[in-house]
């Protein structure tokens, strides 16, 4: 059995790019940051952010292009894919991405309420708001074993 499954919550770092492939189908990219929080031996609060490049094609590419803009909070859930090409040099480059099956847009204003768009249903869904929850640090010398 295989697996590859990627969820993240973030914000989004630049205004998403939307184009048309050569064979009619629109694609469209953005970057999300995700933050890890942790406290460190001296009780000082630590930040590390991680950068994700995502992809959406076809209807759910227009709806992000439409509706996410720089600083939307989102969830994003896909696939991770690793491409590669030669660049101009010569030299080999390579990019992970994650190709969006679905979102949810998690800073609807004026409502309650967030909107879920997939890759199979592009109605607009109602969803319950999502609520960040903290998570209490555990520090690795707390651990038994």
């Known amino acids: 059995m295989n697996l590859n499954k990627a969820m993240i919550i973030g914000n989004v770092v630049r205004d998403p790019e939307m184009r ?3 064979g009619g189908q629109n694609v469209t990219s953005f970057s999300v940051a995700t933050n890890m929080v942790w406290k460190d031996a001296q009780g000082q609060k630590q930040e590390k952010p991680e950068f994700h490049n995502v992809v959406a094609w076809r209807r759910l590419a227009e709806i992000v292009g439409e509706y996410l803009k720089k600083g939307s909070k989102v969830y994003i859930e896909g696939r991770l894919q690793t ?10 480059k390579y990019r992970t991405e994650i190709i969006a099956d679905n979102m949810i847009m998690l800073d609807n204003k004026g409502s309650n309420d967030s909107q879920q768009y997939t890759k199979d ?3 607009q869904v109602k969803e319950e708001a999502v609520k960040e929850v903290e ?6 010398e707390d651990i038994p074993f």
């Not at 491409?83 to 080999?92: A, F, L």
């Not at 998570?135 to 690795?140: L, Q, Y």
């Open 83 to 92: 491409r590669s090409w030669d660049d101009p040099s010569g030299v080999k």
């Open 121 to 123: 249903n592009y109605s």
């Open 135 to 140: 998570v209490e640090e555990v520090n690795v």
């Open 20 to 22: 048309t492939t050569s």
